[in-house]
């Protein structure tokens, strides 16, 4: 099976989105992610459990190669 993952980084925002599909509205589930208190990532849904989008926050911290 190959799946086709898209990269985004955002430096300024020091964040980034593995996307791994096109699919939007308003039925989309994200859900958030916090380790030690702090935010760390969203993860996107469909309400069927398709997963289409992981949001990584404190990119630096995260990926460093990156950003």
């Known amino acids: 099976m190959k799946i086709n993952v898209e990269l985004c980084a955002d430096r300024e925002a020091n964040a980034a989105s593995l ?21 760390v990532a969203t993860i996107t849904f469909t309400p069927q459990g398709k997963l289409v989008e992981l949001e990584l926050l404190d990119l630096s911290v995260q990926l460093p190669k990156v950003s």
């Open 19 to 39: 996307i791994f599909s096109s699919e939007k509205g308003r039925s989309l589930v994200t859900v958030p992610v916090s380790f030690g208190g702090e935010l």
